[in-house]
T-cell receptor, first 115, second 113 residues
Framework: AQSVTQLGSHVSVSEGALVLLRCNYS??????LFWYVQYPNQGLQLLLK??????LVKGINGFEAEFKKSETSFHLTKPSAHMSDAAEYFC?????????????FGKGTHLIIQP | DVKVTQSSRYLVKRTGEKVFLECVQD?????MFWYRQDPGLGLRLIYF???????EKGDIPEGYSVSREKKERFSLILESASTNQTSMYLC????????????FGEGSRLTVL
């Protein structure tokens, strides 16, 4: 079984400040890890993903995340927040084992950008 | 560009009605999924399908069924809608059975009165 925990249902940062959204996972096999973003009344858009190889992954819109196996974490960061980053962010894990089951999602973090 | 299309963005139905939510993908993906999204609960998997006429239960299948008659189309069916099925429903597809990302549609917001 796999699970995802996102710390903080709401995170508020000032425009220009560092964005840090936390994600911890549990998985019995090496995981594939994802961050998605959702703008109001829209579907989910992939920000970035970790499958294998380099543990620091760069995504769209200036976001990046680092896979830390020892900490079972995959935190999302952006050096300087922009007003357009205000959205809901979801961390997700997909097993590298057999089967076609989909992603397991965290409960989401609502990112608020203060002007 | 990849495209997952959900036919209805907003629906309002009455308790006891039969509801069909349609999803079409144009990427020739074998794997398709239906999720339900509720505030504070994130996304929860209802059903998925890895081939035509194949279906597997997800985490919350009760009250739902699905149909996959063609590779590109995956339908979610609420046989008798109830108020606790008021939610946002998201369809997704993926190419890889293991490890690949999911591509999502825009969502269908269902209100059951």
């Amino acid at each position: 079984a796999q699970s995802v925990t996102q710390l903080g249902s709401h995170v508020s940062v000032s425009e220009g400040a560092l964005v840090l959204l936390r994600c911890n996972y549990s998985s019995s096999v090496p995981p594939y890890l994802f961050w998605y973003v959702q703008y109001p009344n829209q579907g989910l858009q992939l920000l970035l993903k970790y499958t294998t190889g380099a543990t620091l992954v760069k995504g769209i819109n200036g976001f990046e995340a680092e896979f830390k196996k020892s900490e079972t974490s995959f935190h999302l960061t952006k050096p300087s927040a922009h007003m357009s980053d205000a959205a809901e962010y979801f961390c997700a894990v997909r097993s590298s084992g057999g089967g076609a089951d989909g992603l397991t999602f965290g409960k989401g973090t609502h990112l608020i950008i203060q002007p | 560009d990849v495209k997952v299309t959900q036919s209805s963005r907003y629906l309002v139905k009455r308790t006891g009605e039969k509801v069909f939510l349609e999803c079409v993908q144009d990427m020739d993906h074998e794997n398709m999924f239906w999720y339900r999204q509720d505030p504070g609960l994130g996304l929860r998997l209802i059903y998925f399908s890895y081939d035509v006429k194949m279906k597997e239960k997800g985490d919350i299948p009760e009250g739902y069924s699905v149909s996959r008659e063609k590779k590109e189309r995956f339908s979610l069916i609420l046989e008798s809608a109830s108020t606790n099925q008021t939610s946002m429903y998201l369809c997704a597809s993926s190419f890889q059975r293991v490890g690949g990302e999911l591509f999502f549609g825009e969502g269908s917001r269902l209100t059951v009165l």
